[in-house]
């Protein structure tokens, strides 16, 4: 599994649109260990989404689509949407990983 996932910085009102196979550890590096990146200067960072898929293809489809955009409404509606969300996903015939519950 792999996730592209939506942040928010309330002190600098940005997005930061990322992809990675581990969120917990992708979201401490983010809020805590970078050191002179860009995420490291809009501290802290809130997750809004995590996007589920299948591998890291996937993911980077999905990552490069979105900030293709180039769109704060559009990362606005995906983070608040799951309409959205599932929209984006049939774009690329991308089939959500089964979930384990």
Request: glycine residues 2%.
């Amino acid at each position: 599994m792999h996730f592209v996932y939506i942040l928010y910085s309330q002190e600098s009102d940005i997005f930061y649109v990322g992809q990675t196979p581990d969120l917990h550890t992708r979201l401490l590096f983010h809020n805590k260990l970078s050191l002179n990146s860009f995420t490291s200067k809009h501290r802290p960072w809130t997750l809004l989404r995590s996007i589920t898929v299948n591998n890291r293809s996937e993911a980077v489809i999905l990552e490069r689509y979105i900030k293709g955009r180039k769109s704060k409404d559009y990362i606005q509606r995906l983070a608040h949407d799951d309409s959205a969300v599932l929209k984006l996903l049939l774009k690329f015939h991308i089939q959500p990983p089964p979930s384990d519950g």
